[in-house]
């Protein structure tokens, strides 16, 4: 109790105390001059001021007040200044002043509760400002998230589109195309600082056809570029649980269906939110078809017998986005026994009709392949369907009774026996089956 007695108490406190102990002991003076300290009365009224004190500033400047009043009643009953015939009633006084004491410790007892829980609702706000904040900023970085992630088959339908105008324009080379090739990877892979090296015989270049951001120099020791180099996969770094161990972030090699490596891609600074397992796997992919670009590129989607070879590697390349990556590619074959008036007008609808990444093989006149990149089997056989339903309104007849057959969609990765007995040649060398 006692160490609850001398808690901080400021000026003002003080002087009110004061204030309330001497109008405690001058107001009986100048109303009642007969019995200036009101000992002749039925209550002991100058116990007022210092219960007044014990209330408003609890058990110490209580102590202080009632020693105050009663001090200063002893000294004029033994100066003479008042008089006084019984004996003081000290016994009376005594129950007086317990009863202040009391009332001023249930006052420090209630302001050490309320003190309490002040704290803790400080404590309470602060955590809720914080958890708002953190909330706020999580749901902005999801909300941003869900931006960039939003329809990823979209999204990563809508890169393939854009590498293949990039390569539509100029012939394949790194140099020529470096800084599109870049700004495809920043707009897709949330970038901040990055640089594009080309790659020569596995050496990485000294310096970068592209940057972005103030990208420092070459770092060659660097366990994030050569794991990259050597696996030819996408790597990334949780800075988070990794800080500054390794310089670089992230490394996206560029490498094509043979396995070549072109060029690589080094970031310093990448935004958190970007490295998610579908960010990355979108990068990959991009990666490889850029690849393939830079290897060869063809600006016309309808290909014929004498593009075997370009079709063969992009049937590698849906092979390997489907075994490595789990993206979902489409294979159709469509045939006919004889080539009339209506068969031609049946690939003239197929070929008028193509989606943006689709590819046509024509084998000969009768046979054709369809190879849908991005594509859900469900997507493919609505393909189908339209043809059924065309063929139905402008032909009259069903594709059956036309002539024409169609093997149900294959989807990747396919066995070499069945892309062998599809493209009527020998399959690329089967990794996953």
Request: aromatic content about 10%; charged content about 20%.
């Amino acid at each position: 109790m006692i160490r609850s007695v001398w808690r901080t108490i400021s000026l003002s406190g003080w002087q009110e105390a004061l204030g309330l102990t001497l109008m405690a002991v001058v107001l009986p003076w100048l109303l009642f001059s007969s019995d200036p300290l009101l000992l002749e009365t039925h209550f002991f009224w100058p116990i007022i001021g210092p219960l007044l004190v014990a209330l408003r500033y609890g058990f110490g400047l209580a102590l202080c007040s009632v020693l105050g009043v009663i001090l200063f009643q002893l000294w004029a009953l033994f100066s003479g200044v008042a008089i006084y015939i019984d004996p003081y009633p000290f016994e009376a006084i005594a129950a007086y002043v317990l009863a202040v004491l009391v009332a001023g410790e249930f006052r420090d007892a209630w302001a050490r509760r309320i003190e309490q829980l002040e704290k803790s609702y400080a404590y309470s706000q602060g955590r809720l400002r914080s958890f708002a904040a953190n909330y706020h900023l999580l749901q902005t970085s999801h909300h941003r998230m869900e931006q960039a992630m939003a329809g990823h088959a979209l999204s990563l339908r809508e890169s393939m589109q854009s590498i293949r105008n990039i390569f539509a324009e100029q012939k394949p080379s790194l140099e020529g195309c470096a800084s599109q090739v870049l700004d495809l990877f920043v707009e897709y892979g949330g970038f901040q600082t990055a640089g594009l090296f080309g790659v020569n015989n596995g050496n990485v270049d000294a310096e970068p056809v592209a940057s972005v951001g103030r990208f420092s120099a070459l770092i060659r020791g660097d366990q994030v570029m050569a794991q990259a180099l050597e696996t030819g996969h996408v790597i990334a770094v949780d800075q988070s649980t990794n800080p500054d161990k390794e310089h670089y972030q992230l490394a996206v090699p560029v490498c094509d269906a043979a396995g070549t490596l072109h060029a690589i891609v080094l970031v310093e600074q990448v935004q958190f939110f970007s490295l998610t397992d579908q960010n990355l796997t979108l990068l990959a992919v991009m990666a490889g078809h850029i690849g393939d670009s830079l290897r060869e590129s063809y600006e016309n989607p309808l290909l014929v017998a004498a593009d075997r070879a370009y079709f063969m590697r992009c049937i590698e390349r849906a092979q390997i986005d489907a075994e490595q990556h789990g993206v979902s590619c489409q294979l159709i074959k469509v045939s006919s026994q004889i080539a009339d008036k209506e068969v031609r007008l049946l690939y003239q609808y197929v070929s008028s009709t193509r989606r943006g990444l689709d590819l046509y093989f024509q084998q000969d006149e009768q046979t054709w392949l369809v190879l849908m990149p991005l594509t859900e089997e469900s997507d493919a056989r609505a393909f189908l369907h339209r043809l059924e339903r065309w063929s139905t309104e402008r032909l009259g007849k069903t594709l059956d009774e036309v002539g024409v057959s169609i093997e149900a969609p294959l989807s990747f990765p396919l066995a070499t026996h069945t892309l062998a007995s599809m493209v009527n040649q020998a399959a690329p060398e089967e990794r996953v089956a």
